[in-house]
């Protein structure tokens, strides 16, 4: 039992704390969906937990274990809810066990250690369980990284060793080569026994090579894991705030359903533990300020359940955290009179705006409610986030809509981030690119590269992405280094949509830990942070935010102070050999705000094209001389109009003329005979460049 003999409850404590936050969550589950399968998993779950601890001599979280089993028991088969009692007797439980657990990971004397304060946890906000236990694994980590870089370095004298037994080879090859010139002085035997030698050192040589190369990528990988196992996930703070959602809604009589979004991303414990304590207050002033009482909500229309989503995005280097409710919003009558009366506000002055009002609520010491209780009316909840936001460097902002909801949302900056990267080559550089972002890699031909280079877009899955060359923005301001050339695309999620740069290269995906510049490094926008990689080096980390920026600004001429939202569409230039038609889509189109200019055919069209820049291309198929399918390939042939996206509009429905068209170039294939015109202008929204 006690391995090493020295800590018995070692892996029970870890597995422990596993089963807590998965009862945890599981109650909560249950308290929302109801039902034998739900029950089903907390009784294994409970029943896990009792074995464990019977085993381990731990008969108080046993018994307690077994007390949750008897609550759950009668309901293995039963479709409806539990009732309120039974929730709060297992939320109890819960509590009771979780408390000798983490008593259980306290550094006290063993007749301490086994039993626990009967008193319940104190009102301070908790840490996140996985975050405090991360702390105790991180010298167990450090160690393991020293040892990743001792065996690394250990590594050098095999890689020399490898170049030793290649020059082996050679020579051996050599010899081999000079005794069968050398017939007349040599035995076949000889021969023989240097062929063999030859053979022998190539094979070894190759074996060896190949089994130093697997050695070092697998000391990457484990040394990228073990790094990231100093990363915290951020749904282990979910349970937490899901469960303070759940007791501020049963205190104030409310229905209310917690949502969260974004538990993978990973993030040093020393953030996750403040920004969970703040937002334990935000969640609560959420249900007891925001969310409405359910006859209140009815009249209004809403769902008599409130909901509470949580969300976590990483934004470059920053994750943002975003608690949005659907109740009330924030009472700016009430705010506006308790700032008057504390004398925030000046009397008889202008009347604050909104924003101001919601300004005064992150000064702390503001609050709305009637009265003092467990979870309200001290008016220090939002003051508490602001001090994490002043804590960790970040920004915080309020943001209500009157009968509709309120936001608080917080911004911090990452030290370490944990990611799989996508690794590049430009320009000689090798960098890597957060996988997240990427949404495709396209092989390009020679011709589609100077095509999207000279247009600065690429035409991609029915959209024309702004395109720029990485090493350009690499290296601006200064000569870009002779490479192979351009080889690729790297289509990129932006937050005005899809976007693309072109690489020499792909050279594959690799797990890391990214970490911030050095404050005295000067890099280019496009660069967010450095990791490491096997041999010490420092690899370059790119900025999704960063390249968006940049590709913009270079389809703007290098002017940033100009906003791309003004970008204005260029002209569309309609084809069809039908009077009819050609009025109707010009129509539509200069309805929607678009310039328009009419060609009655084919060759008509290729004429028009090849006189003006326009954004779209909309033709039909079945013309005299050259039909929509010509005119779409001969513009896909033509450099400076290859990246002009084409809708066909035509009578044929069939399978095989949409195939034809997509192989033809076009972007989209609309039949006239399902006309729709909102499907039309929708197309033409999502594929028309701009200026």
Known sequence: MAEGGRDPLRYFRIEARELIDQISA?????????????????????????????????????????????????????????????????????????????????????????????????????????????????????????????????????????????????????????????????????????????????????????????????????????????????????????RAVRDAADSEGRRVRFVSRGAGIRMGAHLLGPVSGAFLHVVRNAVVHGIEPEDVRLAAGKPAEGTITLEVERRGRHAVFRCVDDGRGFDLEALRSTALARGLLPSGGRPPDTDELLRLVLQGGISTSPSVTEVSGRGIGMDAVREVAVQLQGEVAVRSEPGRGATVELVIPLALLAMTGLIVEAGGTVATLPLDAVRACVRLSPEEVTAAAASGRLVHEDSAAPFLPLAEALYTGSTVPDSPGIGAAVVINGDNGVFAIGVDRLAGTSALVARPLPDLAPAAPVIGSVAVDADG??????????????????????????????????????????????????????????????????????????????????????????????????????????????????????????????????????????????????????????T
């Not at 906000?125 to 690394?152: F, K, M, Q, V, Y």
């Not at 990988?221 to 915290?232: F, H, I, M, P, T």
């Not at 050609?582 to 028009?608: H, K, P």
Request: glycine share 6%.
């Open 26 to 242: 599981g109650v909560l589950d249950l308290d929302q969906r109801a039902g034998p399968e739900p029950v089903a998993r907390l009784l294994r779950f409970a029943h896990t937990l009792k074995g464990a601890a019977r085993v381990v001599r731990q008969k108080d979280i046993a018994d307690r274990a077994h007390a949750f089993e008897e609550v759950l028991v009668p309901h293995r088969t039963d479709e409806g809810s539990l009732a309120a009692e039974e929730m709060r007797e297992l939320l109890r439980l819960n509590d009771e066990i979780a408390s000798y657990v983490s008593a259980l990971e306290k550094p006290a004397e063993p007749e301490k250690a086994a039993a626990p304060p009967d008193v319940p946890a104190p009102e301070s906000d908790p840490e996140p369980a996985e975050a405090a236990t991360h702390r105790a694994s991180t010298r167990d980590l450090d160690e393991l990284l020293d040892a990743i870089g001792e065996t690394n370095a250990r590594m050098a004298p095999l890689r020399t060793g490898c170049s030793t037994v290649e020059r082996l080879h050679r020579s051996a090859v050599n010899l081999a080569d000079q005794l069968r010139l050398d017939r007349a002085g040599t035995t076949t035997a000889a021969r023989a026994a240097a062929e063999r030698l030859a053979g022998e050192l190539g094979s070894a040589g190759r074996r060896f090579t190949d089994a130093v190369d697997q050695i070092e990528r697998e000391l990457d990988d484990v040394r990228a894991k073990a790094e990231g196992l100093r990363l915290v996930p951020v749904g282990s703070v979910f349970t937490t705030l899901r």
């Open 537 to 690: 080096n420092p690899r370059l980390v790119l900025d999704p935010l960063g390249l968006a920026d940049e590709v913009l600004r270079n389809l703007r001429g290098g002017d940033r102070t100009a906003a791309p939202a003004v970008a204005e569409p260029l002209p569309i230039l309609v084809v069809d050999d039908s009077l009819t038609t050609r009025m109707l889509e010009r129509s539509i189109l200069e309805s929607a705000g678009y310039e328009v200019d009419l060609a009655a055919s084919g060759e008509e069209g290729l004429e028009r094209a090849a006189a003006r820049s326009y954004g779209l291309f909309l033709t039909d198929i079945d013309m005299p001389g050259i039909d929509g399918f010509t005119f779409v390939e001969r513009t896909r042939a033509d450099p400076k109009l290859a990246t002009v996206p084409a809708i066909l509009v035509s009578s044929r429905a069939s399978a095989a003329d949409r195939d034809r068209g997509r192989a033809a170039g076009a972007s989209a294939y609309v039949v006239k005979g399902e006309f729709d015109q909102e499907q039309l202008l929708e197309h033409i929204r999502r594929l028309v460049v701009r």
